[in-house]
């Protein structure tokens, strides 16, 4: 099953100030998911971003806020996105079935919320070079398990390419050029 973009909504799951320190790799982490929220919104894929429990966590990072639109954020103090209240409303606004995930801790809040996503039926794109934790064992793991439960397993490059769908478009100078 290939992307769409026009069956896509993008998630970024507490790319946070101070969550990310903490994070393996964190920033290819950052920068890749900034390549894919320029592509989100070159080929209007929705973004939805949540933050948890910013008080203590503090707001998404400096690299990635201006990016983003303050209304494309949601606080959350669930670990998964799904059971705040709310959050699945927004993200069936926009009627489309394919989330594509990025984020922060990914054995923790990205793992649960997608498989809270896939026990909703969506059908769940973990983008396994725009996800993060603190160790290698715990993203590691929590990609078989994400894998094991349904979740395609893709990187930014894919996402894009699939979203792209045809090198005859406008937007693949641009886009291509942000892989690079």
Known sequence: MLLQ??????????IQERLAPAIADREAL???TATLIEGAGQLGVPILVSEQYPKGLGHTVAA????LET?????????????EPGFADRLRQAGR????????????????TVLDLLAQRFDVFVVADAIGARTTESKSLAIERMRTAGA????????L???LERADRPEFRPLSSLIR
Do not use: Y
Request: aromatic share 6%; net charge negative; hydrophobic share 50%.
């Open 5 to 14: 973009a026009d069956q896509s909504n993008l998630l970024v799951v507490d």
């Open 30 to 32: 950052i920068a890749r």
């Open 64 to 67: 990635l806020a201006p990016l």
């Open 71 to 83: 209304e494309q954020t949601i606080t959350k103090t669930h670990f998964s996105c799904m059971r």
């Open 97 to 112: 079935k394919q989330t594509v995930v990025v984020g922060m801790e990914a054995h923790v809040c990205v793992l649960q």
């Open 152 to 159: 395609s397993v893709v990187t930014v490059e894919m996402v």
């Open 161 to 163: 390419f699939e979203w």
